[in-house]
C-alpha cells in the first residue's frame, strides 16, 4: 500500500494541526494504521494507533488527551488531530500500516510507510 501524509506546518504553542494520510493500492482497511514521528537526533516514536474498524485506538502517553486518530475507510485516510501543540511535539510525522501482530509501539511491526509530514511548534 502506499500511504501519502500532508498536514504538517509551522504553528504557535497550544495551537492544532490536523495531519492526513491518504492511502493506496491496496485494501486500506485490512490495516491498523498508526502514526510515528521523529524529532531531529532521536528515534523514530509511537504515537498512536488505530484498528482495521477505527473503534480500537493507542496513544503514546505524552499525546494522550491532546492527540485523537482517526479513520475513513470510505476515503482510504487516516487522520491526526493534534490539539495544544506543545514544542516538544515538534517532528517529522509518519503514517504506517501495521503488518504484523507485534507491538503496535515498534516501527518493525509496520511494513507500509508515509513519507513524512514536518510538524514545527514554536514557543
Known amino acids: 500500500v502506499q500511504l501519502q501524509a500532508c498536514g504538517g506546518g509551522l504553528v504557535q504553542a497550544g495551537g492544532y494541526l490536523r495531519l492526513s494520510c491518504a492511502a493506496s493500492?491496496?485494501?486500506?482497511?485490512?490495516?491498523?494504521m498508526g502514526w510515528f514521528r521523529q524529532a531531529p537526533g532521536k528515534e523514530r516514536e509511537f504515537v498512536a494507533r488505530i484498528g482495521w474498524s477505527g473503534i480500537i485506538t493507542y496513544y503514546a502517553e505524552s499525546v494522550k488527551g491532546r492527540f485523537t486518530i482517526s479513520r475513513d475507510n470510505a476515503k482510504n485516510t487516516v487522520y491526526l488531530q493534534m490539539n495544544s501543540l506543545k514544542p516538544e511535539d515538534t517532528a517529522v510525522y509518519f503514517c504506517?500500516?501495521?503488518?504484523?501482530?507485534?507491538?503496535?509501539?515498534?516501527?518493525?511491526?509496520?511494513?507500509?510507510w508515509g513519507q513524512g509530514t514536518l510538524v514545527t511548534v514554536s514557543s
Open positions: 504506517a500500516a501495521k503488518t504484523s501482530r507485534d507491538s503496535h509501539y515498534d516501527p518493525k511491526s509496520y511494513g507500509f
Open positions: 493500492g491496496r485494501t486500506f482497511s485490512n490495516f491498523a
